[in-house]
C-alpha cells in the first residue's frame, strides 16, 4: 500500500511539472504577443541632414528630440509633424538617424513604422510603399553663388554648360535633364555637401526645393537661389513638389495617420515651417 501511495505521488508530481511547464510556456507566449500588441512607439526614419525639413543637433529643445542611437538631437519641420502624428495615435515617438537610399528598405523590413523625411510620393516609390496624403507641397530651384554669372538666370536655357548636380534618387537629380546643355555631374548623398561642392567651385548650382534652398540662403550668405517664371523653369508633376509620410503596403497605419494629417490647417503647417527654417542651425 505505501508502495502504490508513493507512485500515485509521483506520477502527481510529474503530471504537475508537465502542467506548470505548459502554462508558464503558455504565459510567456501571451505575454510576448501582448508586449507587441502594446507596443507604444512610433518609429519614424528620417536622414536628419536635410534642413529645414530635419536636422542633427547637439542639444535638447521644447521641439527636438533625441535620436535613438543617442547621436544628438532631431529637430525640424518633418520631427515636429511626426510629433503630432504620434500624439494624434497615442504614442511615444522615436526618431530613427538612417541614410536616405536605406529609408525605404528600413520601412518595408519593419525596422521603422514611418518615414517622414521630406519626401516625395513619386510613382516610382509608391511601386514599393504606399505614402499619406501630402502634408507639405514646396517648388523646385537652383541653389548658385552669389557673385556667379548664373545668379542672374531667369531660365533653364540660362543654365547650358553649367555643372549641376542633385540629391541622389530623387526627383530634383532627374529633372536636370530638362535643361539642355546641362553639364549634369553625378549626384550627392545630401545639401550639405552639395553645398560643399558649390562653394568650392566644384559645381555651378544644385537643385533643391523651394525649402531647403531658403535654409541654405539663412546659413551661408554667399550663396543665392534661382526661381522661374512660368513656362521658363523645371516642369514637374504634383506629386513631385508634394511632401507625403512613407509607410509600408497595407500598413494599419495609413488612414489613421491622414486623420490626424487632416486636422492640421494650411496656415498651422506654414507656421511650423517658417518657425523651423527660423529655427535651423546656422553653418559656421
Known amino acids: 500500500m505505501k508502495k502504490l501511495i508513493a507512485l ?8 504537475c511539472m ?23 512607439t512610433f518609429v519614424v526614419g528620417m536622414e536628419c541632414n536635410y534642413a529645414p525639413f530635419n536636422w542633427t543637433q547637439a542639444d535638447s529643445s521644447e521641439t527636438a528630440v533625441q535620436i535613438a542611437d543617442g547621436s544628438g538631437y532631431a529637430d525640424g519641420y518633418d520631427v515636429r509633424i511626426a ?12 526618431i530613427e538617424k538612417i541614410e536616405w537610399d536605406g529609408l525605404t528598405l528600413a520601412v518595408q523590413s519593419g525596422k521603422i513604422d514611418a518615414i517622414i523625411a521630406g519626401m516625395s510620393p513619386t510613382e516610382e516609390r509608391k511601386a514599393t510603399i504606399d505614402f499619406t496624403d501630402p502634408y507639405y507641397e514646396t517648388g ?12 542672374s538666370a531667369t531660365s533653364l536655357a540660362d543654365f547650358s554648360g553649367a555643372k549641376i548636380t542633385g540629391q541622389i534618387n530623387t526627383y530634383h537629380y532627374d529633372v536636370i535633364d530638362q535643361i539642355e546643355g546641362v553639364v549634369k555631374e553625378n549626384a550627392m548623398a545630401d545639401f550639405p555637401s552639395m553645398i560643399v561642392a558649390l562653394r568650392s567651385g566644384a559645381l555651378d548650382g ?3 526645393d523651394t525649402n531647403s534652398a531658403a ?31 512613407g509607410l509600408a503596403k497595407e ?3 495609413l488612414e ?3 486623420e490626424i494629417l487632416a486636422g492640421i490647417s494650411k496656415e498651422t503647417r506654414q507656421e511650423i515651417m517658417d518657425s523651423a527654417t527660423a529655427d535651423q542651425p546656422l553653418a559656421e
Not at 500515485?8 to 503530471?15: D, G, K
Not at 523646385?140 to 545668379?151: G, M, Q
Not at 535654409?215 to 551661408?220: G, M, P, S
Open 140 to 151: 523646385v530651384v537652383i541653389v548658385v553663388r552669389k557673385d556667379s554669372e548664373y545668379a
Open 256 to 258: 489613421p495617420i491622414n
Open 215 to 245: 535654409a541654405a540662403l539663412k546659413a551661408n550668405d554667399d550663396l543665392a537661389v534661382v526661381t522661374f517664371e512660368e513656362g521658363k523653369g523645371f516642369v514637374t508633376t504634383p506629386d513631385e513638389i508634394a511632401v507625403s509620410v
Open 18 to 40: 508537465f502542467g506548470c511547464k505548459k502554462q508558464e510556456e503558455e504565459s510567456s507566449l501571451t505575454s510576448q504577443s501582448s508586449g507587441l500588441e502594446e507596443d507604444n
Open 83 to 94: 510629433q503630432m502624428i504620434a500624439e494624434g495615435l497615442g504614442k511615444e515617438l522615436v
Open 251 to 253: 500598413s494599419d497605419l
Open 206 to 208: 544644385y537643385i533643391a
Open 8 to 15: 500515485t505521488a509521483a506520477l502527481m508530481l510529474v503530471f
